[in-house]
């Protein structure tokens, strides 16, 4: 896991690195203590062009994540593109995780952006 550390008026930036295993349409999971996610940045090599997030409280069973307009958290991507994502989507969460739409031929890094809370 990669960390970098940066500070803005809004709270502490957090830099992660998650990977979807070859083979794979799940990502490892975030820990969300204490951070929003702000920002997602898709690799160039991805196979994927749709995700969606998945949460869950006890870092084991994750289900997709819905807003208060009961619609899932997902989107159509465009590869190697970041992503602003409302931090109010994902504040509620302990762990979570990105799905994509179909199994990734290689194993894939993707860095998110998390801001403290």
Known sequence: MVNDFAVCENGRLEKR???IANGA???SSIDMNAF???GIKFP???TSTTVTLQDSFDG???EDTYNTDNNAIEWTFTQGRSYKILPSDTAAFWNLRIKVDSNEGAAREI???L???
Do not use: E, Q
């Open 36 to 38: 929003t996610l702000v």
């Open 44 to 46: 160039a090599a991805m």
């Open 115 to 117: 801001r403290g809370v």
């Open 17 to 19: 690195t998650i990977t």
């Open 111 to 113: 860095i998110v952006t």
């Open 25 to 27: 349409a799940v990502s």
């Open 60 to 62: 084991t069973t994750f």
